[in-house]
């Protein structure tokens, strides 16, 4: 038996099998935040997490990890965008494993999101499909969080990236200064900038990963990142995440014009829109869940796909994130040999458990 089935029939397999399934993906998402938030108060508890995780002590891993984006990281995995929207509790992921945290997606202005049920299981492919619509309390929100973990010694040291999209009710050719605001806010508080274009379920957002409305709201988040980085005394790092959809060309095209404009590399990928054949879900079940982006392992071939693409096409320096699929230690490290620089993961967080990222580091560091 293997390890990760091991963990399957472990405690969390039983809580998840016999209570989490059983209740809406959303509302199982907001109890597994609050759960958390509440044992991570309590004084102890979030060192004790460390030595049960086997995540290095934060305060001695300065010469540890890998350096990318201007930052030392305890793990290669880190956690992607859209398990912590608000930024409520980085330093708790990081507690758990992560190396990073991406928190986001955050927009302009605070937004509710699309209508309920929004979030669905395919328990059988351990994938999900969501269409939340960027729900979140907005920027100014997520800019006092970030302010108030970052005046902390352990936030101070905490690699925490800022996914940033598009309001929902701002026009496509006002998209540029949307983003600019946000990074406005949130530049001095990240560890890097992530440009969201690439979600399905903003009407009309991943139109803007065309080169022409791309261009402008790239030049305007380095504009901004660069601005706060001579203030700060460090740089900024901005990349851009794509969706795996995008036809191989417009994978290129979206490559060269990072190189372009300046941008430090790019996140492949968000998710999908595609139903593949190989999902074991009914497909009548599938159809009646309706739209929404496919996360899961089966995205691992495309999102192997595109970081191969990409490295061939940027060369050596750009940083490339692979996100999409990962599931185990040999997931990771099949990416990082692909030359991905960091890897992240969300789905298989759901269906792991809170183990899951302390068991793929302590496996990359053997």
């Not at 597994?32 to 991570?40: D, F, N």
């Not at 692979?322 to 490290?333: E, H, L, M, Q, Y």
């Not at 099949?334 to 993961?345: H, I, K, P, S, T």
């Amino acid at each position: 038996m293997t390890t990760d089935t091991a963990a399957r029939r472990g405690p969390y397999d039983v809580l998840f099998r016999h209570v989490l399934r059983r209740l809406d993906p959303e509302r199982a998402h907001v109890l597994t935040l609050r759960t958390l938030a509440t044992a991570h108060s309590v004084p102890g508890v979030p060192r004790l997490l460390r030595l049960l995780t086997g995540t290095p002590d934060p305060t001695r891993t300065q010469g540890a990890g890998p350096l990318v984006l201007g930052a030392r990281h305890s793990s290669p995995l880190g956690l992607a965008a859209g398990l912590d929207k608000d930024g409520e509790l980085p330093l708790a992921f990081l507690d758990l494993g992560f190396g990073h945290v991406e928190v986001g997606t955050v927009t302009a202005k605070a937004q509710p999101g699309n209508p309920r049920p929004r979030s669905f299981r395919l328990v059988g492919d351990r994938s999900l499909i969501n269409r939340m619509g960027f729900n979140n309390h907005g920027a100014q929100a997520l800019a006092h969080r970030l302010a108030a973990a970052r005046r902390t010694e352990r936030g101070q040291r905490a690699v925490i990236g800022v996914n940033i999209g598009k309001s929902k009710t701002t026009a496509l050719e006002d998209a540029a200064e949307d983003y600019r605001f946000s990074a406005q806010l949130l530049a001095r508080y990240a560890s890097y900038l992530a440009i969201n274009v690439s979600s399905p379920n903003t009407p009309g957002l991943r139109d803007l990963q065309g080169v022409e409305m791309l261009r402008p709201i790239l030049k305007a988040v380095v504009d901004e990142a660069r601005q706060a980085g001579r203030k700060l005394g460090r740089e900024v790092p901005v990349l851009v995440k794509i969706a795996p959809d995008l036809h191989d060309d417009d994978v290129r095209a979206a490559a060269h014009l990072a190189a372009e404009v300046g941008l430090a590399g790019v996140i492949a990928a968000n998710t999908t829109i595609g139903r593949p054949e190989e999902l074991r879900t009914d497909r009548a079940e599938v159809e009646r869940l309706g739209a929404g982006g496919l996360s899961g392992p089966l995205l691992a071939e495309r999102s192997l796909e595109m970081l191969r693409l990409l490295r061939d096409e940027l060369g050596a320096e750009p940083v490339i994130i692979s996100c999409g699929g990962v599931t185990t230690a040999k997931d990771v490290r099949e990416r990082l040999d692909a030359g991905a620089d960091l890897v992240q993961g969300y789905t298989a967080f759901i269906y792991e458990g809170p183990g899951w990222p302390g068991r793929i580091a302590r496996a990359l560091r053997r």
